[in-house]
Structures are given as structure tokens and as C-alpha cells.
């Protein structure tokens, strides 16, 4: 039986672990806080996934296991240095499960691992998957983006089920891209419908955004098809529509009127798209964003939302 190590124990690591048991894998289940452990150790259920048990096959430790023959990491974007710098040298493949771009450096995920574990094989798991559904069996497809096509293979071998479909795709840069800047079109999206502006404008403003994730990947070296596929257009959709959202409904909060600062505090989880707007203009520098140039700018408190539409709406017209 091959085993896997699910790094992070937020609902998306918890429900990775089940599906990877689910794949016919011996998972360890690590939090990287050692009290949380042993306490979804002894429950078997991790309350951030509350109504999912986990099953027989998933251990739960507070070490990561020597024998992995492949290692999730799985902790929000920006605590991802932290835990990649805690890995020991060598071993397993390293699969990043996280999405963004890091605050300060402006490093995609695959990046930081690059730099911190140079020459080791690393590929990242990313698509439109709400964790619960994919933790209670429904189906669904993910991209599993990697140079080495033959670290594709193996990696999508150990961890897909008829259920879980997983896409392999050569172009990590761009699977990275459409996984970070969708979240900042979400928090848009939301800001739009929690305005009052209706599905006219949210369908525009996706449409749009979807253009701004293919120019900063074509800019950071990716290809515009990938954003295309499930890790951008699938997820951007999700993201933008399902109310289970977390930035989709930090936008709505916004759009109602609701201050940044009193949303993010009621709020247990990440929200993702709150550090990478600002990260993803300063990384994309020169390219044309304005749908998360007016998200980095209404998160920063330089402009309010009705000014922030204004600006968007008073572009010049041009041909699409």
C-alpha cells in the first residue's frame, strides 16, 4: 500500500487525507498545531470539515512519517515557507495543494520550493473543488501540473479515483497563476453582488477577469490555453458563483458594506485573495489588471466601491 503525508489539517488538507485513503493509500493527517492533533486524533473528526469522520485508513500525527511516498502540503499560501523550510532534505515528491502568491517576495507556490528545496521533484494540485464534496465522494476534476510528465503519472496514479479526475498539465506557471488571481476576481464578483449590481455584471466582470488571469500568465511565462482549463476557468467559476466561497462571500460582505477588517475578524479561515491582490499587481507589473488593480486598491482602503466601479466602467471602449 503506498503512503501519503497531507501537511496542514484546515478542511481542504482534511479532505485531501480522506481521498487520498480513498485512492488506496495509508495517509498521515499532520496539523501543524501538535494540541489540534491530538484532538482530531481522538474525535476522528476535524471541525473545520465538521460531518466528515475520517476514515480507518487516515493516522493522525503531529510528525511527518519517514515512508511517504508523497507529501501534500496543504497550509494556507502564505504560511507556506514556514512548513516547506521545516521539510527535511530529499525524499518524497512534494505536491503544493496551496494557492496565492506570497506577500513580500511575490513568489508563486512552486517557487518557494524551488528555493528552498532546489532540485527536488514538486508539482501542485489545483481546480474548482469545494473541500466538503470532495471529502464526501461527489465528483469532481483537478489539474496536477508538473514539468516531469513522468512525476505526472505517478503522482496522478497514487491520488486519482473515478470520482476525483486529475488533469495533468505541463504548464505549472500557469496553473499557479489561475489558481492565485481567481481568488481576487471572486472578492469582485462577490463585491458586485452584495451591491446590488446583478448577474449581468458579475457575468461582465468574470468574463473579464478571466482575460487578466491569461495576460499574467502569458507575462510570468505560462500559457493562456491553461487558464483556459480547469485550474483557471473551472476554478475562477466556482470561486465566483458557490456561495461556500471564502472570498466570493468576503466580496459580498464588502459590497453590502461590511468593513474589511470586521469580516476578516469574525472569520476563522483564510482568505486567500485578501493578501494575494496587492502581491499579484506588484508581481504583474505593466500588465493590464484593472478588475484587480480597483480589488487590491478597495482592500487597501485607497478607494471605495462605488469609485472603484466608476474607474472600471470609465475605460476607453475598445474591441474585445
Known sequence: MSSVAVLGAGAWGTAL?????????????????KARAAEIARSRVNPRLPGVALPGGVAVADTLPGDAEAILLVP??????????????????????????EAGTLRLPLEIVAELHPGRPAALLSGPNFAHEIATGQPAATVLAA???????????????????????????????????????AIAAGAV????????????????????????AEALGGRAETVMGLSGLGDLLLTCTGPSSRNFSLGLALGRGELLADVLAARSSVTEGVATAPALVARAAG???????????????????????????????RDE
Open 17 to 33: 487525507a480522506v481521498q487520498a485513503s480513498r485512492a488506496g493509500c495509508a495517509v498521515t493527517l499532520v496539523p501543524r498545531d
Open 287 to 317: 500588465v493590464d489588471l484593472p478588475v484587480c488593480r480597483a480589488v487590491a486598491a478597495l482592500l487597501a482602503g485607497e478607494t471605495t466601491l462605488k469609485l472603484a466601479i466608476a474607474e472600471v466602467l470609465a475605460r476607453p471602449r
Open 193 to 216: 453582488i452584495g451591491a446590488g449590481l446583478g448577474e449581468n455584471a458579475r457575468a461582465a466582470l468574470i468574463t473579464r477577469g478571466l482575460a487578466e488571469l491569461s495576460r499574467v
Open 147 to 185: 514539468a516531469d510528465p513522468a512525476l505526472r503519472a505517478r503522482l496522478t496514479a497514487l491520488l486519482a479515483t473515478p470520482e476525483f479526475r486529475l488533469y495533468g498539465n505541463e504548464d505549472a506557471v500557469g496553473a499557479q497563476v489561475g489558481g492565485a488571481a481567481k481568488n481576487v476576481v
Open 76 to 101: 494556507p499560501l502564505q504560511h507556506l515557507r514556514e512548513v516547506v523550510a521545516r521539510l527535511p532534505p530529499g525524499g518524497a515528491p512534494l505536491v503544493v495543494c496551496a494557492k496565492g502568491i
